[in-house]
């Protein structure tokens, strides 16, 4: 039963354009989200989170909007870059912060120079 | 550099050995959790520890448990090795629970045989 659902498995997008994740989740319990971004070889680094009470969250390049009536988050990139080129995780915590995180199986971006 | 170290990189066990997988975390970060990550899926909670103590648990068997010390590292043991335990191991460790955020080491890359 995948609580957090990832079902793009790649996106790629040109350099300076836009990229969207897209993040959907089941579990209403759920008050916590954020995304983790992962390079090869390397353990997932914090990028952004988000709590239940609010809608949107920003933080330089990176803002993530959150619909709770329809379960569903989305990452925006604004402006890619190439190094931006990761696998990126969704995860999602009803502990109100980064424990017992629940993770999508994660999208690969790759922005193309 | 997240500060947070998992030894060894890499590792092959035989079907049905035991292993321990360790992980030495930020000084003062008094919570590590284990995630398992199988190829092509999002990071899988195994379980957390607080002080020592273990303070969560995710859908795994009793032949997955932990180790917490007062020294800000901690140990993953696997007893009777599966070929489905071949996946990369990663712990993550905060400053508390709730909302301080987890920071990942690199993961160690188990292989059954």
């Known amino acids: 039963d995948q609580q957090v659902k990832q079902n793009s498995p790649s996106l790629s997008v040109q350099e300076g354009r836009i990229s969207i994740l897209n993040c959907d989740y089941t579990n209403s319990m759920f008050d916590y989200f954020l995304w983790y971004k992962k390079y090869p070889a390397e353990g997932p680094t914090f990028l952004i989170s988000i709590s239940s009470i609010k809608d949107k969250n920003e933080d330089g390049r990176f803002t993530v909007f959150l619909n709770k009536s329809a379960k569903h988050l989305s990452l925006h990139i604004v402006p890619s870059q190439p190094g931006d080129s990761a696998v990126y995780f969704c995860?999602?915590?009803?502990?109100?912060?980064?424990?017992?995180?629940?993770f999508g199986k994660g999208m690969k971006l790759t922005v193309n120079p | 550099e997240t500060g947070v170290t998992q030894s060894p990189t890499h590792l092959i066990k035989t079907r049905g050995q035991q292993v321990t997988l360790r992980c030495s975390s930020q000084s003062g970060h008094n919570t590590v959790s284990w995630y398992q990550q199988a190829l092509g899926q999002g990071p899988q909670f195994i379980f957390q520890y607080y002080r020592e103590e273990e303070n969560g648990r995710g859908n795994f068997p009793p032949r997955f448990s932990g180790l917490q010390f007062p020294n800000y590292s901690s140990e993953l043991n696997v007893n009777a090795l599966e070929l489905d335990d071949s996946a990369l191991y990663l712990c993550?460790?905060?400053?508390?629970?709730?909302?301080?955020?987890?920071?990942f080491g690199q993961g160690t890359r188990l292989t059954v045989v």
């Open positions: 993550a460790s905060s400053l508390d629970r709730g909302l301080s955020e987890a920071f």
């Open positions: 995860a999602a915590s009803a502990q109100g912060g980064s424990e017992k995180l629940v």
